[in-house]
């Protein structure tokens, strides 16, 4: 659907070097189709009239009262008409008023010869002025088509009073000549009602037609940045249209040929079969669902098919949302109140720890107490946070640059024999994403990866990388640790609020870097590496996205 555009200067110096190899003389005419016509019917009237002459169907028809005359005035017309042709050819049939004046006048004189030379209007040649005040009316404006209409009518009127003075014309030619005068002002007349008719509808056509490009640019800049993905597939299930939202969602699927793209075909000839169904989940390449709805664009030969592509995670996120956001006031409310009791237990705990009565039994009781004080005091604190969350400011941020600054602050706090490995490409990579919230992110993602390495391998390792996916169009970063991975059972529900597998923990995590993610309009999912590694990534959003 882009088409190259063109060099805007090159055509005016192209259109300027037309207007002022023709002339200055006046504005230039755009009615280039009418004028290579007329310049070509100009030479073939000239012709015949030059062969009617010379051969025997002319013999007393024209040049009769004065052959040599007649004989020398078609051929300097013919010469004439020859050398505006190639003119007219040369400049691209660009011309303006004053020439085509020009070419009128010479026009109007040569048929008063012509006329002369065969004795009057008997000839019927007077009647050829009719197309060339016919032509003039259409290529200039109402004076100047008038006017030539005018001498026109008067030269022909003054020729037959000559000729009736001189004793070789009668009254009835006088007539004839009044009958042609009238005939050209009301063809004139015509011609030019008709022609600013045809001009202002052609007008409005062209008004309607910019606007309908306009609106339809418009139309496709806005389907474009919908972030709601649109596909059109015809009746063979070739796509017509595509916008970048449905390309990154559905990736795979769109591939010509693979097992995914027939899943995508079958869903659509169901729905084909049973509209009813409304809608339809197809598994995506991240491992997430997408919802497909569908709409019919009716046609005159074959039905297409509209298909609105949206992430199933998200939309089913965007009600637990509604439910969260009821509940976030009466958890902020219940973590404050449950704050101050519960720094008294662990207080009292902590004192009754210290005395020398208690016995080795009582001790390992209170140790109890304040290790879980300190559990539910996370919980309160992760609850807290999400009640208190700032707005995100996305920044632009290199991440190879950004990435070794964070990876020297986690080494100061991770434990000494933690492995931190960074896989960096070659080219540079740029993401947009709030650089506090991304360390939050990435703090949260490295620590599980160290976590759960260790468990699994006895060593705290994890391998970060980052890339540009060209597909996609957009930056991805993978967290990857040596762990057994998620279960596939609890896939759906590891980024649920309260869900942990693990001891001490308090299921927060995790949901927080998604909400974080999101809020910078970035995707953070599972899935497995290339090397088969248990793998966490973050798809950035695409960086001409507006927030």
Known sequence: MYREPRDVSQDNNEKNALSSSASTAGPVLQHH??????????VAIALILLGIFTSDIGK?????????????????????????????????????????????????????????????????????????????SMLLDRRMGAFFAAVASMAVIGQQLYGLMAGRADTQ?????????????????????????????????DQQSRQAAHLQRLAQQIIERMRTGVLVMD??????????????????????????????????RQWRRDHNRGSALLGADNGSELRLSFAKLRREHDDSTLVFVEDNRKLIQAAQKLKLASLGHLTGSIAHEVRNPLG????AAQL??????????????????????????????????????????????DLHLWLREFIADFRAGAPADADIRLRAPTS??????????????????????????????????????FYHNAERDCALLDVMDSGRGVLPEHRDKVFEPFFTTGQGGSGLGLYIARELCEANQANLYYCRSEDNKSCFRIEFAHANRVF
């Open 173 to 205: 030619d006088i007539v004839s000549a009044g009958s042609l005068g009238i005939l050209l002002f009301a063809t004139v007349s015509t011609l030019q009602y008709l022609s600013a008719r045809i001009r202002s509808a052609t007008l409005r056509a």
């Open 60 to 136: 007393g028809a024209v040049g009769n009262s004065a052959p040599a005359l007649y004989l020398n005035t078609v051929l300097a017309y013919a010469a004439l008409n020859f050398g505006w042709l190639l003119h007219l050819r040369r400049v691209a049939y660009h011309t303006n008023t004053g020439q085509v004046g020009l070419i009128l006048g010479c026009d109007i004189v040569a048929f008063l010869l012509l006329i002369q030379a065969s004795g009057g209007l008997n000839s019927g040649l007077g009647y050829l002025l009719l197309i060339n005040c016919s032509v003039g």
């Open 344 to 347: 008294a237990i662990s207080h």
């Open 428 to 465: 540079q990579v740029r993401a947009r994403f709030d650089p506090e919230q991304l360390a939050q992110v990435v703090t949260n993602l490295c620590s599980n990866a160290l976590h759960h390495s260790h468990i699994a391998t006895g060593h705290r390792e994890v391998d970060i990388a």
């Open 235 to 268: 009746a063979a299930n070739k796509p017509e249209l595509i916008n970048r939202a449905a390309r990154q969602l559905l990736g795979e699927q769109l591939q010509p040929g693979g097992d995914r793209q027939a899943e995508l075909h079958q869903v659509v």
């Open 33 to 42: 189709e009418l004028l290579r016509i007329y310049a070509f019917y100009r």
């Open 352 to 397: 009754l720890s210290e005395s020398e009565h208690l016995s080795d039994e009582d001790r390992h009781l209170t140790s109890i107490i304040c290790r879980h004080s300190q559990r539910v005091n996370q919980i309160v604190e992760n609850v807290m946070q999400l009640s208190r969350r700032r707005p995100a400011v996305p920044q632009y941020n």
